[in-house]
């Protein structure tokens, strides 16, 4: 694609950048049949490559119109175009930085400049989050409220002890996530138990921060690009040196694995960044050489598109459930998105809901008595969609650990 970019409305290194990806992309179109949204609106300019002439458009004359803005924001940043294009257009960070130039020209309206930066504010605030959905969990004690509500909460469970026999266990760093460990700590309470059983230990990680990704994504690149700092010599600091750091919200994993390419050379956390991200891991991929027996249950996966587009794990989930006796009776569909897409169910409403009506459609088709997910946002989005349980698969698995040691003859010889 040839280009003449306007020098004067990005820095020069969003300038080379941009450049450099709009350039690589050669219009074919392999991207339009992984597109969640050009498959649901059927819109050119709500496809990747509709929207890639959009932002060249924009960057070559200077200027952000609101045909720009509605595309660009209608996108989920899911990654599959990514993962569909044969040529490797860095399509997810052309958009970041277009939604950088977006917000900085200040073309939104004011009523949703306003509702942007509440959500940015109100996102990370640790205690406003857990008092609101600790009310939302006590509220979904009640059937009538609860089918009022926007998601689904699981209440909490106790952690009970966590013993590790082995002597020397291994240890890794294991991250709460902002709204994880309020919206669902059952989640990093059973990821901190199956490792026990696996002779893990798990280390906390004290005055954890945001990834950064919220800011980021939302736009406001420089508090993005803050909180990442800030986290990354939090981890640095937090020991024990070279231990794996783990998450099991699969949007913050993939956001760490990628924080090399915000910290380009000449940054003076070029070096930890590239460090810190070498060290990150999926909850998912510990249990590739681990295996947690459980009793049998009928189980839908569905594979959020940060573990499968943004980090390749296509099928550990799967997997994992399969050795330990569950049964997988539907994955979802190949490169489709939930609508959760971080703040994108409470942006885009109406498009969120379409697109988590066909995910559920697809996952409950032969009756599962669960789904598990590897991500908060589409945990809580796909649960707000159906009757069918919706659990994080690591709480789902140490619930049928348990229920196996409580009745071990409830697995069939094998």
């Known amino acids: 694609m040839k280009t003449n970019l306007d020098p004067n409305f990005l820095a020069p290194a969003d300038l080379a950048r941009a450049d450099t990806i709009l350039r690589s992309c050669v219009h074919c179109g392999f991207c339009t049949d992984g597109c969640p949204t050009y498959q649901l609106l059927g819109d050119e300019n709500d496809s990747p490559r509709g929207r890639i002439y959009l932002i060249k458009d924009m960057f070559e004359t200077g200027q952000v119109n609101a045909a720009q803005v509605t595309h660009l924001d209608r996108c989920l940043s899911c990654r599959n175009c990514e993962t569909n294009c044969p040529s490797g257009v860095a399509y997810t960070d052309l958009l970041d930085i277009a939604r950088g130039a977006i917000?900085?020209?200040?073309?939104?309206?004011?009523?949703?400049?306003?509702?942007?930066?509440?959500?940015?504010r109100g996102l990370g605030l640790p205690r406003l989050l857990a008092a609101a959905f600790s009310l939302a969990r006590q509220m979904g004690r009640w059937p009538g409220l609860a089918k009022r509500l926007p998601v689904r909460l699981s209440q909490k469970r106790s952690s009970g002890s966590v013993v590790i026999t082995q002597p020397t266990p291994q240890k890794v760093l294991l991250l709460a996530g902002c709204v994880q460990q309020a919206a669902t700590p059952n989640v990093n309470l059973a990821v901190e138990q199956l490792l026990a059983v696996s002779g893990v230990e798990v280390v906390r990680v004290a005055?954890?921060?945001?990834?950064?990704?919220?800011?980021?994504?939302?736009?406001?690149?420089?508090?993005?690009?803050?909180d990442m700092r800030r986290l990354l010599h939090t981890l640095d600091a937090a020991g024990p040196d070279a231990a794996p750091i783990v998450s099991s919200a699969s949007g913050c994993g993939v956001t760490l694995k990628d924080y090399p390419s915000h910290f380009p050379v000449g940054d003076p956390d070029h070096e930890l960044a590239h460090r810190i991200a070498a060290r990150m891991v999926d909850v998912v991929e510990l249990f590739n050489d681990h295996t947690i027996k459980a009793a049998p249950m009928r189980v839908a996966v569905h594979t959020p598109c940060t573990l499968s587009s943004g980090q390749q794990l296509v099928t550990n989930v799967a997997d994992v459930l399969t050795r330990a006796g569950i049964d997988v009776v539907a994955l979802g569909p190949h490169l489709a998105c939930c609508g959760s897409a971080g703040t994108y169910s409470v942006l885009q409403p109406k498009l969120a809901r379409a697109l988590q009506a066909k995910m559920v459609t697809a996952l409950t088709t032969h009756s599962p008595e669960v789904i598990v997910t590897a991500n908060i946002g589409c945990q809580m989005h796909l649960g707000a969609g159906t009757d069918v349980p919706v659990l994080h698969w690591a709480e789902l698995l140490w619930q049928q650990h348990e229920a196996l040691l409580a009745a071990p003859d409830l697995v069939p010889d094998r």
Do not use: F, I, M, P
């Not at 200040?106 to 942007?116: A, D, N, P």
């Not at 921060?209 to 803050?226: E, I, R, V, W």
């Open 103 to 120: 917000e900085q020209q200040q073309t939104r309206r004011v009523t949703s400049r306003v509702g942007r930066w509440l959500l940015r």
């Open 207 to 226: 005055k954890e921060s945001c990834c950064g990704a919220l800011n980021y994504h939302l736009g406001d690149h420089a508090a993005g690009l803050a």
